[in-house]
């Protein structure tokens, strides 16, 4: 079975940065796409980022160039760095592992809370 555990949430004031991780255990050979989620309270959850197993990286328009995501395959982690944070960027961080773009099979992690102060 796949397991995925983020860790690296905290809070922070705007201007900030935080480092987010997901560390994958089990069978993940075939997810080719990693992406992280945000969902805030009331609102709908979001891709923020992706990288797919050949590197290539897509991001949000709203976290465009304050957000990159990278990997680690031989510690099979993705990483989010966030940068310039605004409140806005308050939310609950899932990692997301899938087969294929439109994740037909994936696996999702517990989340990790990022609070953002103004």
């Known amino acids: 079975q796949v397991q995925l555990v983020e860790s690296g949430g905290a809070l922070v004031e705007a201007g900030g940065s935080l480092k987010l991780s997901c560390l994958a255990s089990?069978?993940?050979?075939?997810?080719?796409?990693r992406r992280w989620y945000r969902q805030a309270p009331g609102k709908q959850r979001e891709s923020v980022a992706e990288i797919t197993s050949g590197g290539s990286t897509t991001y949000a328009d709203s976290v465009k160039g304050r957000f990159t995501i990278s990997r680690d395959n031989a510690k099979n982690t993705i990483y989010l760095q966030m940068n310039s944070l605004k409140p806005e960027d308050t939310a609950v961080y899932y990692c997301?592992?899938?087969?294929?773009?439109?994740?037909?099979?994936?696996?999702w992690g517990q989340g990790t809370q990022v609070t953002v102060s103004s």
């Open positions: 089990g069978s993940i050979a075939s997810t080719n796409v």
């Open positions: 997301r592992y899938c087969a294929g773009y439109e994740c037909y099979q994936s696996y």
